[in-house]
């Protein structure tokens, strides 16, 4: 099976969506340096299937038309986003690899075919011809969190990383936990150590936190309406402002040090779960700086209980936010194997759900549990997410995307704190088996419950939604 890093679950970017933003991004920076330099005059753009159902909600248009000018989701400058578009409609430009000018017209060059191709709902194909007449044409599919397969690629052939304990199901990581005596973390990093150095991989995982916490900071310092025509109004701002009244701090450490203080009465623990996850998914959707996981609509789950861990239970810093981050990239990796974390295949519960198992493992790893309770917190969780459908409210991660996230957030602390005082050998379902059924249950749902805003919330909640 697919070897997967750390860093493919785990991806800096920009939201809101990783397989209809980041994935076409990606797929727009392939085709570009495939082209090699070519003598470009003109360029087609399609999307099909989810992509041209939600595209422009979920900001497919911009996604394509930044990676094709050669800008890159995880270092580009978020606050200048919105210039390089409106100048792009507005000189009817596009300025491919930074390199050469040609005329394109978002209007008239980008094609949204409902659609869907074969091997999956997210498509994309870009045509370019040039000035001797020649055409180049290729299709990818942004197949979820983020991942993207060229069309005639095969996985088999580019598979060529050998772990030294492989993992593709959970029978496996008992198996290495047996042998090794080691912890799941500790495995985990024994199999990363094959594509990087120790210190790359610290040095890598702390900035996948830096990140995170960045965005929650920025998410409950922001106020205002969220972008896209829905008139959503972002609430952790409210909820931080509630919660430390009076409250002096200057940057995120000092911010988390008062929250820390500020009381650990359930009441209040659950509205801080709430407003970490709120402002993570507050910013996703007003293209904000995020962490892809697994995926960008579930993107503020894993923060959300990352920061419950550091604020109101014991750890030990930066050593479990390193076996935090670890253990939940495994977890993703096992769904994404085994079943899919992609909307459009499996609806929410292949994004909500499989964050939500991915957090209750990572927390129940950090907190002392047993490799068999681990893998218990991450089936509870998902066991409780089957069947979770995807039904975004005008083709935006919006309605109902960012409040799941806190719905996420807190089953997968409850699923640990189940598993934390639980006999495993006497649980009736197996991580295994429930990613079976999940992947089962994702194969029967209706395709209309699967990101294209054709059933559900989506045709039940009356909106109007201004065309991009």
């Known amino acids: ?84 578009i409106e100048a792009i409609h507005r000189d009817k430009k596009l300025l491919l690899n930074d390199e050469s000018l040609i005329d394109f017209d978002p209007g008239q060059d980008i094609d949204y075919i409902f659609e869907k191709l074969p091997f999956h709902p997210n498509a994309l194909t ?11 044409e290729e299709t990818y599919y942004s197949i979820g969190g983020g991942f993207v397969i060229q069309e005639g690629d095969s996985l088999a052939e580019k598979q060529t990383v050998e772990l030294p304990y492989p993992i593709d199901n959970e029978l496996d990581i008992i198996r290495w936990v047996n042998e090794t005596g080691l912890a799941i973390p500790d495995i985990i990093l024994k199999n990363e150590l094959v594509w990087r150095d120790e210190q790359t991989v610290r040095t890598g995982v702390m900035e996948i936190w ?42 995120p450490e000092q911010w988390m040090q008062a929250i820390q203080t500020s009381g650990g009465s359930f009441s209040n623990v659950t509205k801080w779960v709430s407003c970490f996850a709120l402002a993570v998914n507050e910013q996703n959707a007003a293209f904000g700086r995020v962490v892809t996981a697994p995926t960008n609509g579930a993107a503020g789950v894993i923060p959300a209980v990352l920061m419950y861990m550091l604020c109101f239970c014991e750890n030990t810093g930066d050593d479990d936010i390193f076996r935090f981050i670890l ?63 995807c039904d975004p409210v005008g083709g935006l991660v919006q309605i109902p995307c960012i409040e799941r996230n806190t719905m996420g957030a807190m089953k997968a602390i409850t699923a640990s ?46 909106v109007i939604v201004p065309e991009c």
């Open 126 to 136: 870009f045509v370019a011809k040039t000035g001797n007449g020649d055409v180049f």
């Open 417 to 462: 704190q189940i598993a934390m005082n639980s006999d495993p050998e006497k649980a009736k379902v197996s991580l295994d088996s429930v990613i079976k059924t999940m992947w089962e249950t994702a194969q029967d749902m209706s395709d209309k419950y699967k990101e294209t805003s054709d059933g559900g919330l989506a045709i039940n909640v009356s």
């Open 210 to 251: 830096q990140t995170m916490l960045a965005c929650i900071y920025k998410g409950c310092h922001t106020d205002g309406e969220l972008p896209g025509g829905l008139a959503v109004q972002r609430r952790a701002h409210k909820i931080n402002a509630t919660l430390l009244t009076d409250v002096d701090y200057a940057n």
């Open 1 to 84: 099976m697919e070897r997967i890093s750390v860093f493919d679950v785990f991806k800096i970017g920009v939201g809101p969506s990783s397989s209809h933003t980041m994935g076409p991004w990606i797929a727009a920076r392939k085709f570009i340096a495939e082209l090699n330099s070519q003598d470009i005059v003109s360029l087609q753009i399609k999307l099909y299937g989810s992509l041209a159902k939600t595209g422009r909600g979920h900001g497919t248009d911009i996604a394509v038309m930044l990676g094709l000018c050669g800008h890159h989701p995880t270092t580009i400058a978020v606050e200048k986003l919105d210039g390089y």
């Open 327 to 389: 253990t939940a990239s495994e977890i993703g990796s096992l769904f994404k194997k085994g079943s899919t974390i992609s909307a459009a295949m499996g609806g929410c519960q292949a994004e909500i759900g499989v964050s939500s198992a991915m957090a209750a493992a990572a927390l129940t790893q950090c907190q002392g549990g047993t490799p068999r309770q681990v893998l218990m917190a991450a089936e509870i969780s998902m066991e409780h997410h089957l069947g979770l459908t």
